[in-house]
């Protein structure tokens, strides 16, 4: 009988349920103080429904969605928690949480921020008239050469 959504959880099921390996779990308290799960003796974790959210965020954005440790602090810090369990929601109804069979290369889709997509385009912007000067000198070089083969000919 599976457990209610408000039971807590401990790091065996939040392992399996994240698929992620418990090591994994440990390492990122470490590095997340926002993930806060309760110790009971001899050390042992409980997750709260809360924690679970947090996490299955932490791993979207980690493993699917290509950002770093630094970049998910980053998240937590300017944007909050709240921000994170989204992206895990929304991971689980996309059905992308599932860890990728042992062995096998997952592609991450490159996300951006508005600023670094503003910055891109400039330069996209500044490539396109680059490539346009380039051309149209081209063509006069063209042309010049044509009008002196003409000349040497006549």
Not at 5 to 15: H, K, L
Not at 25 to 42: A, C, D, S, T, Y
Not at 61 to 69: D, E, K, M
Not at 80 to 107: D, F, M, N, S, Y
Request: aromatic share 4%.
């Amino acid at each position: 009988m599976p457990k209610a959504t408000e039971a807590f959880r401990n790091i065996g099921e939040v392992s399996k349920e994240l698929a992620v390996k418990k090591h994994v779990l440990r390492f990122w308290e470490q590095k997340f103080p926002q993930v806060r799960p309760m110790k009971r003796g001899g050390g042992r974790r409980l997750y709260r429904p809360a924690d679970v959210e947090l996490l299955r965020g932490i791993r979207d954005l980690l493993q699917n969605a290509g950002y770093t440790i630094k970049g998910v602090q980053k998240i937590l810090r300017e944007q909050g928690i709240e921000q994170v369990k989204l992206a895990g929601a929304a991971a689980a109804q996309r059905g992308t949480t599932a860890a990728p069979a042992e062995g096998v290369a997952v592609a991450r889709p490159l996300l951006l921020s508005p600023l670094q997509v503003r910055t891109l385009q400039k330069i996209a912007g500044e490539l396109d008239a680059c490539a346009e000067i380039l051309r149209s000198g081209a063509v006069r070089r063209a042309s010049a050469a044509r009008d002196k083969r003409a000349a040497s000919r006549s």
